[in-house]
Each structure stands twice: as C-alpha cells, then as structure tokens.
C-alpha cells in the first residue's frame, strides 16, 4: 500500500468518526428536545420509547470509541489528527451525558402536574431549555466546521443558562412558601434545571475540546 493511500485510508477512518459522532449528537439533540416538549406540554406519550432510546446512544458511544482505539493502535496519528481522533472519545462521552440528561427528563415528565404553582419557574425552565437545545445544535455545527469562533459563542451563552437556573431556585422557593401541599412537583423543578445547566456545562466542555482539536490548546473544563 502506497503512502497516498494509506493517508487517504486514514482521512476515511477520521471522516467516519467525525461522522458518527454528528450522528450521535443529532440522536441526543432529538431526545433532548422532545423530552423538553413533553414536559412543557404535560404529555407523557412517546416517553417510554425515548428512555429506551438511550440505550441506543449508550452502544453509539461505546462503538466511537472502539473505531478510536483501532485507529490508535494501527495508525501513528501526528499533532491535528491525533487531537482529533483522541478528543473524539470525550466529545462522544460528553453526548453520552446529555443523552441522560433526556433520559431523566423524560422520566420526570410523568410526576409534573399542570397547576398554577410552578407556572412561573416552569416558564424560565422554558426559555433555559431553548438555550441549552440552541448550543447543542450549535456546538455541533462548529465541530463539523471544527469552527473555534462560534465554539467561543457557546460559553458565552452558558451564562445565560446559568443566571436562568439561579432564578428557577429563587422562583421555587418563593412558591413553595406560597403552595407548600406542592413541593414535591416544584422540587422536580428544580432538579430539572439543576440537570439542564449541567447539560450547558457538558456542551461548554465540547466547545473547549474543539478549541483543543484546533490549536492544540486545552482549555479548563467543566466537571
């Protein structure tokens, strides 16, 4: 095999990985948005199928990572590609997470009930869950660009999500106070954006990763 064609072999490989991982992003785009849906909507229907579609991203992160190894230990990827192929595995281990983020709203779709109490921290819910879904969708585009720039705007953005899950606490308390026979349902909200801000935390840590895959620079990532 001639040198151009084991480059090329190896681009396919890289183009595979980078393709399977889109793949795996658009899955949990998908679950994520239609598990917030349901919930903003009161609709439980669809949602047993959606939780066993985690199971599904589970095994697409455990097969990026198997073609990550095999690429590991038959080529000798230098600088570029091998930050690409390396950061493949924690950007895949990263949408895994958000995949449970979907898991577990989905799953909290049945115990929220449609009454005034939560209304308003409900409302803010809304608007922090369009902003976590819109980075997702984001930091995916830049990562098939491998687009540094628009990686900056994601955490940019997640300091929006962030102020959104401090004002969702302050507005629970406040109607805990106000409806106490509902604080179970309100508690449920308030893990529901504690989940969500995590989820912006994840999508951050993608954006740095690839910045990392660009310049080789490894920015402080989120826990």
Avoid at 33 to 53: H, R, Y
Avoid at 105 to 123: F, H, P, R, Y
Avoid at 170 to 190: F, R
């Amino acid at each position: 095999m001639t040198q151009e064609h084991i480059v090329k072999k190896f681009d396919d490989e890289l183009n595979r990985i980078k393709s399977e991982i889109l793949e795996m992003g658009n899955l949990v785009k998908r679950q994520l948005q239609e598990s917030t849906e349901a919930l903003l909507s009161f609709n439980p229907q669809g949602m047993d199928v959606l939780i066993k579609t985690d199971r599904t991203i589970n095994g697409m992160n455990k097969k990026i990572n198997r073609h990550v190894e095999l690429i590991l230990t038959l080529r000798q990827p230098m600088a570029l590609d091998l930050r690409q192929v390396w950061l493949a595995t924690s950007i895949a281990s990263e949408l895994e997470r958000l995949g449970d983020y979907a898991k577990s709203t989905a799953k909290k779709v049945k115990k929220l009930s449609d009454n005034s109490s939560g209304e308003k921290a409900l409302n803010l819910f809304g608007d922090m869950s369009k902003i976590v879904i819109e980075m997702l969708g984001d930091v995916l585009k830049a990562f098939e660009k491998i687009d540094i720039e628009k990686a900056s705007e994601i955490r940019v953005r997640d300091i929006e999500v962030d102020s959104l899950n401090k004002k969702i606490l302050a507005t629970v308390i406040q109607s805990i106070h106000e409806y106490p026979d509902d604080t179970e349902t309100l508690i449920h909200l308030v893990l529901l954006a504690r989940n969500y801000e995590r989820a912006g935390d994840h999508i951050v840590n993608i954006s740095r990763q690839i910045h990392q895959i660009a310049t080789g620079e490894d920015l402080k990532a989120s826990s």
